[in-house]
């Protein structure tokens, strides 16, 4: 599915109900909106804005973090630096909303190690991302959209620009550098809306 096709499904989720919403054999990828909120909860609950994204495997189920993704991401790059500029066009075009089955047709060339996720694993998950983030945060960002956060974090990664274990520290902290995020965000005096993948790179 499209980036809205699946913006559609979080927004309109109803409380209290879970969705479905990808499969790759025993694993399934859902959408979550709890009727109550978490026991460390300090301020109003809005189910509305609490949409979760939870995997499960067989018969467990776990919520994933972004760095999830960026952990996958370095082991791919680790195992093969020369699929780099396809990675970053791949999560470039699922930024841009285009379809994580799709790309994994236009890109099924890139293959790697078994004891790897797959890369359809990882468009899955950042797009319910992108969505989570654009639904579920609540506070003041200097990014429109809100998922250009995790974006930028991404094309980060994949530029080999920072060391992993200052990024990882970085992404759960601080937006990621203007760089990466400057030309898609539309709070950015540099914002273009033309603007192609691979931009940062030129």
Known sequence: MKLQEVMEIG?????????????????????????KPGRNLKREYDPMRNLQIWIRENDEEFMPNHLRILLDLEFKMLMKPQYQKKLLLA????????????????FHNLK???????????????QLFF??????YTFNTKFDPKYLYLQGWIRCLLTRSMEIDRLLWSAT??????????????????????????????
Do not use: M
């Open 11 to 35: 927004k309109t989720l109803g409380v209290g109900e879970e969705i479905v919403v990808y499969e790759i054999g025993e694993i399934k990828f859902l959408f979550k909106r709890p009727e």
């Open 91 to 106: 999560f470039d075009e699922l930024f841009y909303g285009a379809d994580p089955d799709s790309l994994c047709e236009k």
């Open 112 to 126: 790697f190690p078994k004891e790897l996720r797959s890369l359809r694993y990882d468009l899955y998950l950042a």
């Open 131 to 136: 969505v989570e983030q654009e639904i579920g």
């Open 173 to 202: 902290r601080n937006p990621p550098p203007v760089r990466f995020t400057s030309q898609d965000n539309k709070k950015h005096k540099k914002y273009n809306a033309s603007a192609r993948p691979l931009w940062y790179l030129s």
